[in-house]
């Protein structure tokens, strides 16, 4: 198997990943079930970018998933903030 081939195969698998989390997103009752759903999109998203840049030789896309990293940590902070204000 060529590492081409495997990483195309782990995309396909991310993307599924990604489905089940939208399911996750629609199906979820508690804003927490939300929010790890919305964290499996921002995780999958940099591995995906991170891939499709070994695929593609584009290392310009490499920046692009640091930045998509930064944002779903600030994202989970900020949730996590405003949950505590609502609750006090």
């Known amino acids: ?14 993307l599924l990943s990604v489905m089940g989390g939208l399911l996750a997103v629609l199906r979820g009752r508690a804003p927490a079930e939300r929010i790890m759903a919305v964290q499996l999109f921002g995780t999958a ?3 995906m970018l991170l891939i499709l840049s ?3 030789g584009m290392p310009a896309l ?3 998933a640091l930045v998509f990293a ?3 940590a600030v994202s989970l902070v900020a949730f996590v903030v405003l949950g505590r204000r609502g609750q006090g």
Do not use: Y
């Open 1 to 14: 198997m060529t590492a081409g081939l495997f990483l195309s195969i782990l995309l396909i698998i991310l």
């Open 70 to 72: 930064v944002l779903a």
């Open 45 to 47: 998203a940099v591995a």
């Open 62 to 64: 490499l920046d692009v």
């Open 54 to 56: 070994r695929l593609m």
